[in-house]
């Protein structure tokens, strides 16, 4: 069992910047895919970034040049860099990790975006 927990969440007025951290209670190996999802009031969670050895980055068309994922120098950390935030990027983000075949989330983070 893999327990996920995400901080850096918050309110930022459009246009501001946030990074967004996860901590894996384990390593995070060459085999995992880490991501970041969102989820905002009425919609569906849907997937904000992803890195894999395998896929390598991959990002939602809505996020793309605005978005960096990356992993920490630790072996348990991931990051979610945000620059130029809009409104419609307020939701709870969550990091999953998927090892094998399951899926691990944390309990989220809101963010905020005020206009």
């Known amino acids: 069992q893999v327990q996920l927990v995400e901080s850096g969440g918050g309110s930022v007025q459009a246009g501001g910047s946030l990074r967004l951290s996860c901590a894996a209670s384990?390593?995070?190996?060459?085999?995992?895919?880490m991501g970041w999802y969102r989820q905002a009031p009425g919609k569906q969670r849907e997937l904000v970034a992803r890195?894999?050895?395998?896929?390598?980055?991959s990002y939602a068309d809505s996020v793309k040049g605005r978005f960096t994922i990356f992993r920490g120098n630790a072996k348990n950390t991931v990051y979610l860099q945000m620059k130029s935030l809009k409104a419609e990027d307020t939701a709870v983000y969550y990091c999953?990790?998927?090892?094998?075949?399951?899926?691990?989330w944390g309990q989220g983070t809101q963010v905020t975006v005020s206009s």
């Open positions: 890195i894999s050895s395998a896929s390598g980055f």
């Open positions: 384990q390593d995070i190996f060459g085999i995992d895919t």
């Open positions: 999953n990790l998927q090892r094998g075949l399951t899926d691990y």
